[in-house]
Every structure is written in C-alpha cells, then in structure tokens.
C-alpha cells in the first residue's frame, strides 16, 4: 500500500443534510481501484466538520492524502479504515 497513489478526489455534496451529513467522497488510485465514503464518521472533528459543510474548499490529493484548505487531512490507510468499519 505503500506505493499506491491516489489519483483524483470528488465530492458529491448533493446527498448532504443541512447538518453536512451524507457528504460523499470518491478517491481512485493508480492502480484503478476506487473506494467512496461518507464524512459522516468524521463529523464530531471540526476540521471534518467544516469540510463536509463545504466551509473548507473542494478536497485535494498530493497523490498521498486527501485534504481540505482548512487543515482536515486522510491519508490512504484512514481512508481504508472508514470504508471497512462497518459499526459506523
């Protein structure tokens, strides 16, 4: 997983209730797998908490995390982590 590399970012802000919950977020990789995930476990983090409200820009990736103007960073294993928790 090391050498994996994110390629592109997207939200989808659409599913989003006026709390910023249901914030969905598309991450695909270099070596074409794609994962997608809700903020929604993240909400209780303000720096999350601004970014699924849409208060912190469009989220970006360095090839390694995914981050927000604001500061809100995941890096691929985080993100892995909240794709397979299924008790959130």
Request: charged share 25%.
């Amino acid at each position: 997983m090391e050498n994996l590399k994110i390629t592109n970012v997207l939200e989808d802000s659409d599913t989003c209730d006026e709390n910023g919950m249901g914030m969905l977020i598309f991450v695909d990789f270099d070596n074409d797998a794609s994962i997608s995930f809700m903020l929604d476990s993240k909400a209780s983090e303000s720096l999350f908490d601004a970014a699924s409200r849409g208060k912190a820009g469009k989220p970006q990736t360095d090839g390694k995390h995914v981050y927000w103007q604001n500061g809100a960073s995941l890096t691929i294993p985080e993100m892995l982590s909240i794709v397979m928790d299924i008790d959130r």
